[in-house]
């Protein structure tokens, strides 16, 4: 099997998620700069920079098809608030997230899995969380940030691929909220 980067591998390491745009990514990597760089943490690139929904891993073609016919889920455009950092001790992971959580993004994040779980998905066996991962392997800081307003008007389909110690994610399909 040749290894041409345009090949697609057989299986889909994917996940929907609200895909900020290059506006407010910008705002995200501004407010957190210092916290992240105290963090002593691997920033993540600003290009990645996201809300993941639901994971669902690798799929093979017959299963990223299946995804892809889940969306639209109708809950109209929302705004999150991100205005928290955090970081998760077990995991070493900064974080950047809303202290309070809009009704439009759970119900979003429950008729999304719901769709998924009918096409026999399995969902994490564990409490959704919305963030932005802002570092990894991060240590405690006590800092505060400027609130980013972000305007979640579509949902994302994403496809994450190995990029030597990174990784590279492309946007497979986008639908409105």
Known sequence: ???APDERPNRHRVFFALWPDDATRSAISRATRDVVRASGGRPI???RLHVTVAFLGELTAAGLDAARGVPPISVGPF?????????WPESKILWFAPS?????????????WDALLELGFRSEDREYRPHVTLARRARPVEAGVEPVRFLASDLALVE???????????VLERWPL
Not at 100 to 112: G, I, K, Q, S, Y
Not at 160 to 170: A, I, K, L, M, Q
Request: no cysteine; hydrophobic share 45%; proline share 5%.
């Open 1 to 3: 099997m040749s290894n």
């Open 45 to 47: 690139a600003k290009e």
């Open 79 to 87: 705004e999150l608030v991100l205005d928290a950092v955090g970081i």
């Open 100 to 112: 309070a959580l809009p009704t439009a993004l759970l119900e979003l994040e429950a008729r999304l």
């Open 160 to 170: 994450s691929f190995p990029d030597g110690r990174n990784v590279h994610y492309e």
